[in-house]
């Protein structure tokens, strides 16, 4: 018998049909205790006495992601990328009841997909979901392991030349798409949402329901974003109708471009398909499937982000101050502009040599960033 004094009182607590029962006796005596607590025993062995159990949540992780997906569609928040997040996630969790799923069987997914050769961050992207679903449903989560992902960011961006390569190679729909991609640096889904009715005299604007940081932001309709607006009024008429959006494919919203992506990056030298186990690039004329392996082969390269890291440096290098160029692509901090100021080789090169022409006399240094 658990008998145990708390204060000036006993108590009794033991395990009955898997269950712990624990009340006060309400008694000062340890004799007059132990027999409430017998007679509670006795009580339950009856079935006169029974112990109210909570109802189990049988809710499983794919109805927690399928009320996470709705809370992002409401929100305006279902990207592509959320969207195949949650794809992956109920395919690798979805049969499993909530409540059941432990730290033991996070950590050996983590370490499949590890031994898969998923990137850390491509693993956090998933785990992170999970997270989410937990607690929009009020479902105290197992223990998730964010992993490392130092070194995990991107340096990649696009010079002049190489965007009017990759222009040349892209289908004519998505030409202006990504030229006002390069120039703007606004992101994928942003240039998606963008209507003529959000032209407002030489401005574009981006309603805050649509920014990813929910602030609305314009830019001024100038240099060869006036071309690229002439040209979309130009195909605005599809079928006798004229279209809402700005940039669209055949009147419909731009959806998902990856083939034609990776196509236009192949054939510009930006990138190239690789065999994701032995690495082998593909020849000219080969199948999508490695001959060694047997592996269908994956694109590696530019990706449409860089545009952003593009953007970010030519308005700085155009002498455009920080405050500005964070305000045209809508970043809120300033460690995170640092991240897509990138800079390159080259650049570092011609610091030098202006340096050199400064401290010589030949040039004059001027300060261009106030």
């Not at 992780?61 to 399928?66: K, N, P, Q, R, T």
């Not at 050769?117 to 679903?133: F, S």
């Not at 209507?195 to 604007?205: A, C, L, P, Q």
Request: charged residues 35%; glycine residues 6%; contains cysteine.
């Amino acid at each position: 018998m658990s008998i145990y004094k708390r204060g000036k009182t006993y108590w009794y607590s033991f395990v009955w049909d898997g269950q712990r029962v624990q009340a006060s006796t309400r008694q000062r005596n340890r004799e007059a205790a132990r027999d409430i607590e017998s007679a509670k025993r006795t009580a339950l062995a009856k079935g006169e006495a029974g112990i109210k159990t909570p109802k189990r949540d049988r809710r499983t992780i794919g109805e927690l992601l399928d009320k996470l997906t709705a809370e992002y569609e409401q929100e305006r928040r279902l990207s592509s990328q959320n969207r195949s997040q949650i794809t992956r996630a109920r395919k690798d969790f979805g049969a499993k009841v909530a409540t059941e799923l432990t730290a033991e069987d996070v950590e050996k997914y983590v370490a499949g997909r590890k031994k898969q050769g998923d990137a850390n961050a491509t693993v956090n992207r998933t785990t992170e979901i999970l997270r989410r679903a937990y607690k929009l449903a009020k479902i105290t989560a197992p223990e998730i392991v964010h992993l490392s992902e130092k070194g995990n960011a991107r340096k990649g961006f696009f010079s002049v030349e190489e965007f009017r390569v990759l222009r040349s190679h892209l289908p004519d729909d998505l030409k202006d798409f990504c030229h006002f991609a390069f120039i703007t640096g606004w992101r994928r889904n942003e240039i998606r949402s963008l209507r003529w009715s959000d032209v407002e005299e030489n401005n574009i604007r981006l309603r805050e329901e649509n920014a990813k940081n929910r602030e609305a932001r314009d830019i001024a309709i100038a240099g060869e974003l006036v071309g690229i607006v002439e040209r979309r009024r130009q195909v605005r008429l599809v079928d006798g109708v004229l279209t809402s959006l700005i940039f669209h494919r055949d009147g419909e919203p731009i959806g998902e471009f990856k083939k034609s992506w990776a196509s236009a990056c192949v054939a510009a030298g930006l990138g190239m398909m690789t065999c994701p186990k032995c690495g082998e690039p593909s020849k000219p004329g080969e199948l999508t499937r490695c001959s060694k392996c047997k592996k269908q082969r994956k694109y590696v390269g530019k990706i449409f982000h860089d545009f952003r890291r593009s953007a970010a440096r030519n308005l700085i290098r155009a002498g455009v101050n920080e405050k500005t160029c964070m305000e045209i692509l809508g970043h809120k901090t300033r460690s995170m502009f640092d991240r897509y100021n990138i800079t390159s080789g080259k650049d570092r090169a011609e610091a030098m040599e202006r340096l050199e022409r400064a401290q010589s006399g030949s040039e004059k240094v001027i300060a261009i960033a106030q």
